[in-house]
């Protein structure tokens, strides 16, 4: 018995895929544009980031455009989220679980080290910056603001979370994001040094921040199923977080991240 598609059952057998494909690469797109917030990204790195062919991102960002998803710059030619995408998020105005659970944590936490403290989720293979709190103390590290996206391991919470994956899960995303680290100032072995520190510390530590002078200390946040979902940061000047000083820091997050899991599971 011949059991070779026919060409019509072997084309409707292809289209689900080739869907399925089409969608995620202009989700990729979409990611990088995010990435670049109001300013926007140019095709070219768009390309260079994604790794897809100038055509294909072209065709993808202009479809996005006709739907309003993208918006094209017309004085610098670069391509950003466009209005349709905040319109589409009002769908679901609540907050989401992991920030519930975390502000108790973050309000004691800003309260006890008095410099700036982040929360950073993971999505997909990049961070997010989804909260902020500015401390008492009179010189404050703004280095991110709520709504920043960078590819994992190029902050220090993105190196955290990494740190607290199985290292085979860390060596995939890294290769992942490679392409991207360069517009970072940074490669794939830097980060996974990085992390590999990261994970004998117990807790991701950076002496030179993203701003110059800086010092960055970092605890990851896991889900129920042992995922990590997000991190906790604390950016100050590096006169601030001397290696005493340091610990102390260290601690408070590491104490206020295991709170956090245990609200999320709850």
Known sequence: MDRRLSPKSARDAMEPRQGAQAIRRALAVLRILAA???DGVPLAEVVRATGLTRPTVHRIVHVLIEEGIVERHNK??????GNQVPELALARPRPSRLLVAANPSLRRASA????????????GNDTLCVD????????????????????LGVSSAGVAILAAMPAPDARKIVAANEKRFAAYQTDAATVLGQVTAARKRGYNMREIGL???TKSIS???????????????????????????????AEILLREARTIEQAIGG
């Not at 610098?76 to 989220?81: H, L, N």
């Not at 902020?132 to 590819?151: H, M, N, T």
């Open 36 to 38: 670049g917030r109001e």
């Open 76 to 81: 610098t030619g670069r391509y950003a989220i």
């Open 112 to 123: 006890e080290i008095g410099d700036t403290l982040f929360l950073t989720a993971r999505t």
């Open 132 to 151: 902020r709190r500015i401390g008492i103390y009179p010189i404050q590290v703004l280095s991110i603001e709520v709504g920043a996206r960078r590819p």
């Open 211 to 213: 701003v110059q002078g």
């Open 219 to 249: 605890t990851w946040i896991k889900t129920p199923d042992g995922q990590p979902a997000a991190a906790m940061t604390v950016s100050a000047v590096r006169t601030r977080l001397g290696p005493r000083r340091e610990q102390e820091v």
